[in-house]
Every structure is written in structure tokens, then in C-alpha cells.
């Protein structure tokens, strides 16, 4: 069984900075993706970014050049990294893992089969 559990978030000022984590358990053996997608009330659930098992990436535009996503294959865990946030990143932040992927071109999957329960991320301007 699959099992995805988020930490990290919580409440920063604008510019500041946060790490999230995302443990990972139970999924099969092979490439795989991973990543985060976050949601607000009310606003269609947005791709942030996402990492194979080759450590191909792909970004969000919203995000490049801010956020780094990586991943500790010792751990399973996966991690983002958040800079320079901004109070429109504050969002239900949730983990996803998607098993026998891998990402082409650095193109953004839509669909992961299985998700964590999401860690809240609020900045404040």
C-alpha cells in the first residue's frame, strides 16, 4: 500500500523560505514520478513540480527559478525546496507519486494515481 505523508508547511513572511518533505512508502519497485501539486479554495488544483527516478524535473512557470524540487532515494523522501515565496503561493500543498513514469521533455504530468493528505503553505505579505 502507497502511503505519501507531507511535513513542512506552515506560515512564513513574503521572501521567506520552506522546505518540504514528502515520505514515501509501500509503492513498487522502477522509475517512478513524484511531485507536488497545490490547491486554494475555490482555484483548479495547479502542477508545481514534479522528478523521475532519472532526476529529470519539470516546473511550473509560476515557480522556476524559486521553488527546487529533489529527492533523498536512501530516505524515500522527496523534498521542495520554496524561495522568494509569495503570498499566491500559499496553498494546500499535496505529495503525489505515480509508479512505472517518466517524465519526457520536462513536461508536467496531469494525472498521479496516488497522493499524500496535503500540508497547508500560507505566506503573508
Known amino acids: 500500500q502507497v502511503q505519501l505523508v507531507e511535513s513542512g508547511g506552515g506560515s512564513v513572511q513574503a521572501g521567506g523560505s520552506l522546505k518540504l518533505s514528502c515520505a514515501a512508502s509501500?509503492?513498487?519497485?522502477?522509475?517512478?514520478?513524484m511531485g507536488w501539486f497545490r490547491q486554494t479554495p475555490g482555484k483548479e488544483r495547479e502542477k508545481v513540480a514534479q522528478?523521475?527516478?532519472?532526476?529529470?524535473?519539470a516546473y511550473a512557470d509560476s515557480v522556476k527559478a524559486r521553488f527546487i524540487i529533489s529527492k533523498d532515494n536512501a530516505k524515500n523522501t522527496l523534498y521542495l525546496q520554496m524561495n522568494s515565496l509569495k503570498p499566491e503561493d500559499s496553498a494546500m500543498y499535496y505529495c503525489?507519486?505515480?509508479?512505472?513514469?517518466?517524465?519526457?521533455?520536462?513536461?508536467?504530468?496531469?494525472?498521479?494515481?496516488?497522493w499524500g493528505q496535503g500540508t497547508q503553505v500560507t505566506v503573508s505579505s
Open positions: 503525489v507519486l505515480e509508479p512505472w513514469c517518466r517524465l519526457l521533455l520536462s513536461v508536467l504530468r496531469d494525472d498521479f494515481t496516488y
Open positions: 509501500g509503492y513498487p519497485s522502477g522509475n517512478i514520478c
Open positions: 522528478i523521475d527516478s532519472d532526476d529529470n524535473t
